[in-house]
């Protein structure tokens, strides 16, 4: 057995290729256009992943969009994504600043939650050790839910 690929829905293709890609980091690797089932599907792997991905489409990150509306209550129960980062710290602050609300701050310099478009909970986790606490994550307090 092998790892392939996490499936999360979207309802936003945009939104949510701005949130993987341009905040995250995750990098396109394949899309699929259905027209017959009415669905895009687009996989995504993170950096470093990508010659990998693209021969067999593992580890990605696939995301379904429907192009017929859906309402998915809380994500449809998914628990949550987790990759690790070479610094939670940097990870944090570049996300802060593109506008992602940090849930779940990286207080313990080791472990963070931010959350998708959709509601889907991303962990972040410091590779290696974790880094000694800093300010402002040290102190900052949690928001939302993760």
């Known amino acids: 057995m092998r790892y392939l690929h996490t499936m999360?829905?979207?309802?936003?293709l945009d939104a949510s290729l701005s949130f993987y890609c341009d905040r995250l980091g995750l990098?396109?690797?394949?899309?699929v256009e259905n027209q017959g089932g009415r669905f895009t599907l687009v996989f995504?792997?993170?950096p470093g992943d990508e010659?990998?991905?693209k021969a067999s489409r593992a580890p990605t990150v696939e995301l379904t969009y429907n192009w017929d509306p859906e309402d998915y209550q809380g994500g449809r129960n998914f628990g949550h994504l987790a990759y690790a980062v070479d610094d939670i710290?940097?990870?944090?602050?570049?996300l802060q600043e593109g506008g992602v609300i940090i849930n779940?701050?990286?207080r313990d310099g080791h472990m963070a939650f931010v959350r998708s478009p959709d509601g889907i909970s991303v962990e972040l986790l410091q590779a290696g050790p974790a880094k000694a606490p800093a300010e402002p994550w040290a102190s900052m307090p949690n928001t939302g839910v993760w």
Do not use: H, N, Q
């Open 8 to 12: 999360v829905r979207v309802t936003d």
């Open 27 to 31: 990098k396109e690797v394949s899309r």
């Open 44 to 46: 995504l792997c993170a």
């Open 51 to 53: 010659e990998m991905a």
């Open 89 to 94: 710290y940097e990870t944090c602050a570049r």
């Open 104 to 106: 779940r701050p990286p």
